[in-house]
């Protein structure tokens, strides 16, 4: 997913940019996202199925599509190996929160008995 935004990431900050002020393309990008948001959820669920049963699941893969966005600015006015860090750390914290939601999952007794 990371090297997918990174490749895409030039086109879509300058359509971010131009969404900004076109009403016209406002209005046509929300038609458009009311259509393919329920699939596009389907398919974030798939890349992240750790999340897919949690409350927060979807706002969790959002996160994730905003920092890798973020990330990719970062690496216009940083060193690849801080950009190469800051990925490392995000992803161990992003794996320490799947963790923690198995656990709270998980029956009382099967959380007792670790």
């Not at 599509?65 to 973020?70: I, L, Y």
């Amino acid at each position: 997913m990371r090297e997918h935004i990174e490749r895409w990431f030039p086109v879509t900050l300058e359509f971010q940019v131009a969404l900004r002020t076109d009403q016209a393309l406002q209005t046509a990008f929300s038609r458009a996202m009311t259509r393919v948001m329920e699939p596009m959820t389907q398919d974030y669920g798939q890349l992240f199925p750790e999340f897919a049963d949690s409350k927060q699941g979807v706002w969790i893969q959002y996160v994730v599509g905003c920092f890798a966005r973020g990330l990719c600015l970062e690496a216009i006015v940083n060193k690849p190996a801080v950009v190469e860090r800051t990925f490392e750390q995000f992803a161990a914290m992003l794996e320490s929160h799947a963790r923690d939601l198995g656990r709270k999952t998980q029956p009382r007794a099967a959380r007792d008995t670790k």
